[in-house]
Structures are given as structure tokens and as C-alpha cells.
């Protein structure tokens, strides 16, 4: 026998339908909750020297290239100076074992490459600056 059941996630609504698998039928053992550890002491802040620098601000008007994903930079296709236009190619990432293209987001100068072979990158980093 199955039950109908009306979830919302997220504000969206979903129907879902649970099947009772009756006496009969062999269930799992119940699992127990894990018990929270006792909260452990916490870490001493960092030095200002050891304290991580935030990433440098970009000029009014100049356009950005970031890490559409997580990856390894393979090769970067560009050198501060070099004249780019929209949708070149200026590296190649290395995501999921494939080698993804990264395009030019904008035409003008390249006027910052924060990244270098062998770098490993997180979605939204940015890769280079365009003016």
C-alpha cells in the first residue's frame, strides 16, 4: 500500500508517494543519532603575518575572467599587455579530467593574470583582468 504526500522544498511543491513495506517485510536496523564531541577548544587566531591577504580590488571599469569551476590552470594563453576581444581564449582548466576552454569576457588590455600553471582554483576566482 502506497501513501501520497504533498513536500515543499524550497518553496517549490512536490508529490511524492511512500510505499508502506508492511510487518513482513525485513527493515533495517534503526540507526542511532550521533552524539555531538564535546566542542573543542578554539584555535588560537593567526599572526597578521600568517592571516590570509583578501583578494586585490579590481579598477572601476575593468572586467573580470573567473573559474567558471573548480580546477587545475593547465595553460594560460595570455601575458599582461596582450590585447584580447571578447570570447578569445586566454586559458584552459582542467575540471572533471577534461580540459575546459575559458574565454575572454570583454575586449581591452590585459592588465592583471592572478593565476599560473599547476594552480588550483575554486568557482568564482578570479583568473585575470581585463581594462
Do not use: Q
Request: aromatic share 2%; charged share 15%.
Amino acid at each position: 500500500m502506497s501513501n501520497k504526500y504533498r513536500v515543499v522544498v524550497d518553496g517549490t511543491a512536490y508529490t511524492v508517494e511512500v510505499e508502506s513495506l508492511g510487518a513482513g517485510a525485513a527493515m533495517p536496523a534503526p540507526v542511532a543519532a550521533p552524539v555531538a564531541a564535546a566542542p573543542a577548544a578554539a584555535p588560537a587566531v593567526p599572526a597578521a603575518a600568517e592571516t590570509p591577504a583578501a583578494p586585490a580590488a579590481v579598477a572601476e571599469g575593468a572586467s573580470t575572467v573567473t573559474a567558471p569551476m573548480p580546477g587545475k590552470i593547465l595553460n594560460v594563453k595570455v601575458n599582461v599587455g596582450d590585447s584580447v576581444n571578447n570570447g578569445d581564449l586566454v586559458l584552459l582548466l582542467e575540471a572533471m579530467k577534461m580540459e575546459n576552454e575559458v574565454f575572454a569576457t570583454a575586449s581591452g588590455k590585459v592588465t592583471e593574470v592572478r593565476v599560473k600553471s599547476g594552480d588550483s582554483v575554486n568557482t568564482g576566482d578570479v583568473l585575470l583582468v581585463i581594462a
